[in-house]
């Protein structure tokens, strides 16, 4: 039997599911989704972003609603349009089976005339913003007031953004016997105040932990001087060539001046901010989820209601003012069960936020260095050599080859394999030589509080297994400690790739590791280990960290901004990306308040001004750039 058919569900709800290739609920549908068939109450489900709460609220929802009664019967509210969008998409592909059930978006920067003609036809469900919303009910566009089911989605979101007023007003305009369903990342008063003035009884459902962050997620930080944080944030992009990550910044112009600064050095990048006009929103995003982007560098609101699969990283350029903020930025990663990594860039007068974002979130970050240039170009060259492996041969090249062939005739293999990796290295080692180590600077400055290094060389290993092989840092650490029966920080600096990962140990381990790790095989295939040319920075702290560069976390390339890379630019129409004027602010309503006010939809604070544009400064010793693609 299908485990949703043990959930209740009919028969129809099941062939869409089918069809979706959903097998086995998530945690939160499992929980939800009997209370909700079984029972008519309100509820409140406390879950991570991206553990199917749409599926979780949407199935019941579906299975409840009279779709030959065209009366609108359920509201569902959600913070931002591109969610608003998302949500009706997912009930249209849910409810595929059910004749005449229909959906309709509600949200700003669309004809608000045609959203009330949709309506008019016959709406049993509508998925709204609040601010359009809240316009359509004051036009008198919208009859709301005998409603079933009213769901509020991303609740903390909405109210984080500044919809509280709005949310009770609509609340007030419906029934009181209708039921409430109230799901939420996090619950900070403001959601609580909703819950117990909108609500009666709700039974609640929690999982993991209230404002816990999700269990697929591993979170870690690097500890930089402010003036050093752009050049922190390239150094982690060029470390790591194979993630696909959003950047959050605190402001607008920061946003637009970050992604400008990556553009200029060569990086797939694009903003995502307030003052980007809708189309232009809609053209990063598409972008972002086809890949054609590699950074999406973006403020909070504006990010709100990204749903884009397989997100590696997050990085948190800024600390958000904000704890339960960091749980929204780290939920874009690690979704749907996989996992991913939220890194955190800070200086060290920040350290005492990573304390407090740990006790709220329940997880413990993992302090690590940023890379050094060799250890960069090492990584680069792997890349580079396991992506040659990899690449499928297209065979249109063979017209090519006798003229190639020609050209290199001569050369031998050995000579042919260092001009064709020389291509990319010489661009990368002549920058690094003459960039300083930013990690010796924050090892120096964690030394300074009590954490001194200690006696103790460190080596340095390069191994064949990595991301490919299911395996992130924590993973490959714990397998590595249990196949060589080490203890727990006798393994240490473990750095995950794709196709291969490095680790350190104490040197008094060096023979066991070649001897043991060497005769493994994993799945069938052999592991193969070596010493890397690198050590890896030598010697650790009395906390079993070593005090030398570690590589992890970051963005790079892909051929975007890693050996091999291609400028792009997205949005703009100089080669940009997503330019746009940046005037500051930051802080939120949402894109459905721009019909009525015009504005963006990121509300500034009260004691931020609205400034001039920006351009980014180049660096004095720019970094290399990326061929175009002709």
Same mark, same amino acid.
């Given at each position: 039997?299908?485990?949703f058919?043990?959930?209740?569900?009919?028969?129809?709800?099941?062939l869409?599911?089918?069809?979706?290739?959903?097998?086995?609920?998530?945690?939160?549908q499992?929980?939800?989704?009997?209370?909700?068939?079984e029972?008519?109450t309100?509820?409140?489900?406390?879950?991570q972003?991206?553990?199917?709460?749409?599926?979780?609220?949407g199935?019941?929802?579906?299975?409840?609603?009279?779709?030959?009664?065209?009366?609108?019967q359920?509201?569902?509210?959600?913070p931002?349009?591109?969610?608003c969008?998302?949500?009706?998409n997912?009930?249209?592909?849910?409810?595929k089976?059910?004749?005449?059930?229909?959906?309709?978006?509600?949200?700003?920067?669309?004809?608000?005339?045609e959203?009330a003609?949709?309506?008019?036809r016959?709406?049993?469900?509508?998925?709204?913003?609040?601010?359009?919303?809240q316009?359509?009910?004051?036009r008198g566009?919208?009859?709301i007031?005998?409603?079933?089911f009213?769901?509020?989605?991303?609740?903390?979101?909405?109210?984080?953004?500044?919809?509280?007023?709005?949310?009770?007003?609509?609340?007030?305009?419906?029934p009181?016997?209708?039921?409430?369903?109230?799901?939420?990342?996090?619950?900070p008063?403001?959601v609580?105040?909703?819950?117990?003035?909108?609500?009666?009884?709700?039974?609640?459902?929690t999982?993991?932990?209230?404002?816990?962050?999700?269990?697929?997620?591993?979170?870690?930080?690097?500890?930089?001087?402010?003036?050093?944080?752009?050049e922190?944030l390239k150094?982690?992009?060029?470390?790591?060539?194979?993630?696909?990550?959003?950047?959050?910044?605190?402001t607008?112009?920061d946003?637009?001046a970050i992604?400008?600064?990556?553009?200029?050095?060569g990086?797939?990048?694009?903003?995502?901010?307030?003052?980007?006009?809708?189309?232009?929103?809609?053209?990063?995003m598409?972008?972002?989820?086809?890949?054609?982007?590699?950074m999406?560098?973006?403020?909070d609101?504006?990010?709100?209601?990204?749903?884009?699969?397989?997100?590696?990283?997050?990085?948190?350029?800024?600390?958000?003012?904000?704890?339960?903020?960091?749980?929204?930025?780290?939920?874009?990663?690690?979704?749907?069960?996989?996992?991913?990594?939220?890194?955190?860039?800070?200086?060290?007068?920040?350290?005492r936020?990573?304390?407090?974002?740990?006790?709220?979130?329940?997880q413990k970050?993992?302090?690590?260095?940023?890379?050094?240039?060799?250890?960069?170009c090492?990584?680069?060259?792997?890349?580079?050599?396991?992506?040659?492996?990899?690449?499928?041969?297209?065979?249109?090249?063979?017209?090519?080859?006798?003229?190639?062939?020609?050209?290199?005739?001569?050369l031998?293999?050995?000579?042919?394999?260092?001009?064709?990796?020389?291509?990319?290295?010489?661009?990368?080692?002549?920058?690094?030589?003459?960039?300083?180590?930013?990690?010796?600077?924050?090892s120096?400055?964690?030394?300074?509080e009590?954490?001194?290094p200690?006696?103790?060389?460190?080596?340095?290993?390069?191994i064949?297994?990595g991301?490919?092989?299911?395996f992130?840092?924590m993973?490959?650490?714990?397998?590595?400690?249990?196949?060589l029966?080490?203890?727990r920080?006798?393994?240490?600096?473990?750095?995950?790739?794709?196709?291969?990962?490095?680790?350190?140990?104490?040197?008094?381990?060096?023979d066991?590791?070649?001897e043991i790790l060497?005769n493994?095989?994993?799945?069938?295939?052999?592991?193969?280990?070596?010493?890397?040319k690198?050590?890896?920075?030598? #010697?650790?702290?009395?906390?079993?960290?070593?005090?030398?560069? &570690? /590589? +992890?976390? =970051?963005?790079?390339?892909? %051929? *975007?901004g890693g050996?091999?890379?291609?400028?792009?630019?997205?949005g703009?129409?100089r080669?940009?990306?997503?330019?746009?004027?940046?005037?500051?602010?930051?802080?939120?309503?949402?894109?459905?308040r721009?019909?009525? #006010?015009?504005?963006?939809?990121?509300r500034?604070?009260r004691? &931020? /001004? +609205?400034? =001039?544009?920006?351009?980014? %400064? *180049?660096?004095?010793?720019?970094?290399?750039?990326r061929?175009?693609?002709?």
């Open positions: 039997m299908n485990k058919e043990q959930l209740g569900l009919n028969e129809s709800l099941l869409a599911i089918k069809d979706l290739g959903f097998e086995n609920p998530s945690e939160v499992e929980k939800a989704i009997p209370v909700l068939l029972q008519n309100d509820l409140v489900a406390l879950a972003t991206g553990t199917g709460k749409t599926a979780a609220f199935f019941p929802l579906i299975q409840k609603i009279d779709a030959e009664n065209r009366n609108t359920a509201l569902i509210l959600s931002t349009r591109e969610l969008l998302q949500i009706t997912e009930i249209k592909l849910y409810s089976y059910i004749k005449g059930l229909h959906t309709v978006a509600v949200y700003g920067g669309a004809s608000i005339t959203q003609r949709e309506v008019k016959g709406a049993q469900i509508i998925v709204a913003t609040p601010g359009r919303m316009d359509m009910i004051n566009l919208v009859n007031k005998n409603i079933d009213c769901i509020l989605d991303e609740a903390d979101e909405m109210l984080n953004m500044g919809f509280y007023d709005d949310i009770c007003s609509i609340l007030s305009d419906t009181e016997e209708k039921n409430t369903w109230l799901f939420s990342a996090t619950m008063a403001e609580a105040r909703i819950g117990k003035q909108f609500m009666s009884n709700p039974q609640e459902i999982v993991g932990h209230k404002n816990s962050g999700s269990a697929t997620v591993s979170h870690e930080f690097y500890i930089v001087n402010a003036r050093d944080r752009y922190a150094r982690l992009a060029d470390a790591n060539p194979d993630i696909f990550s959003v950047v959050f910044c605190r607008k112009r946003t637009q992604a400008e600064k990556l553009i200029e050095d990086y797939n990048a694009a903003a995502l901010h307030g003052d980007l006009s809708q189309a232009q929103r809609d053209g990063v598409k972008s972002f989820r086809g890949r054609q982007i590699q999406l560098v973006a403020t609101v504006a990010a709100r209601g990204i749903d884009v699969d397989n997100v590696t990283h997050v990085v948190n350029y800024q600390l958000p003012d904000e704890i339960e903020t960091y749980n929204h930025r780290s939920g874009r990663t690690g979704r749907a069960g996989k996992l991913g990594t939220s890194i955190v860039i800070v200086t060290k007068s920040e350290l936020k990573i304390h407090s974002i740990e006790r709220i979130i329940k970050f993992e302090e690590k260095t940023i890379p050094n240039g060799i250890e960069i090492e990584i680069q060259l792997l890349h580079l050599a396991n992506k040659i492996k990899d690449t499928e041969v297209d065979h249109e090249i063979d017209n090519y080859l006798p003229a190639i062939n020609e050209v290199l005739d001569g031998s293999k050995e000579e042919l394999i260092k001009k064709m990796v020389s291509v990319e290295f010489n661009r990368f080692i002549s920058y690094y030589k003459k960039k300083r180590d930013l990690s010796s600077q924050s120096g400055e964690r030394s300074s009590g954490r001194a200690q006696e103790g060389d460190a080596v340095r290993y390069f064949n297994i991301s490919r092989d299911n992130d840092w993973s490959l650490k714990d397998y590595l400690k249990e196949t029966e080490l203890g920080d006798d393994v240490f600096k473990v750095d995950v790739k794709e196709g291969f990962s490095f680790f350190n140990t104490d040197a008094e381990h060096s066991k590791v070649m060497n493994v095989q994993l799945e069938g295939r052999r592991i193969n280990v070596e010493i890397s690198n050590d890896g920075g030598g #010697r650790r702290d009395h906390n079993g960290r070593n005090s030398g560069g &570690e /590589r +992890r976390g =970051g963005f790079g390339g892909e %051929r *975007r050996f091999g890379g291609e400028r792009k630019s997205f703009g129409d080669d940009r990306g997503s330019r746009s004027e940046s005037r500051g602010g930051f802080g939120g309503r949402s894109s459905d721009s019909e009525r #006010r015009g504005g963006s939809d990121d500034a604070p004691n &931020e /001004r +609205r400034s =001039g544009g920006t351009t980014p %400064r *180049r660096s004095d010793s720019p970094a290399p750039r061929p175009r693609r002709s």
